[in-house]
């Protein structure tokens, strides 16, 4: 028979164990985008690009946080509970999505990982700007 000590030890483990499965299954490697080059579409200017940015992000509910030349901070709210910013820096030949801040999505930057929300809002974004591309490309011929 097992004693109620030895009972409370097996519980608090397995209590233990399980919340720490849990813990890093809620993480996975941060996506770092590589840059993405629009030099082969020629009629995409710096100008039309920021645009392309901002409805991109658009699509998918992205704030405009602060923008500056070459550069805009967007941000993903979700219901006040978990918030991503990220930086778009650009210029006539590309743009590059880059980690800014966030808020309750597990970030820990020494170890590039994430909540996986982050890389999902991330990627869409990516996919977005880069769909606002090609149509801004082939709005201007």
């Known amino acids: 028979m097992i ?3 030895r009972l409370k030890q097996v519980l608090v483990a397995a209590s233990l164990g399980l919340a720490l499965g849990t813990a890093s299954a809620r993480d996975e490697p ?3 985008p590589e840059r993405v080059s629009v030099q082969s579409q020629a009629n995409v200017t710096q100008d039309g ?3 392309a940015i901002i409805r991109g992000g658009a699509r998918r ?3 405009i946080l602060d923008e500056a030349p070459g550069e805009i901070k967007l941000k993903q709210s979700r219901n006040g ?3 991503a910013t990220v930086k778009v820096a ?3 030949t590309g743009y590059q999505l880059s980690y800014a801040d966030s808020y ?3 970030v820990d930057l020494g170890r590039q990982r994430i909540h996986p929300t982050y890389n999902m809002w991330l990627r869409n974004l990516s996919a977005d700007i880069a769909s606002e591309v090609t ?3 082939l709005n201007n011929k």
């Open 49 to 51: 690009l920021r645009t």
């Open 135 to 137: 149509l801004l490309n």
């Open 3 to 5: 004693s109620n000590l």
């Open 104 to 106: 309750n999505l597990n």
């Open 30 to 32: 941060m996506w770092n």
């Open 61 to 63: 509910n992205w704030t």
């Open 81 to 83: 509970k978990h918030e």
């Open 90 to 92: 650009y210029d006539a």
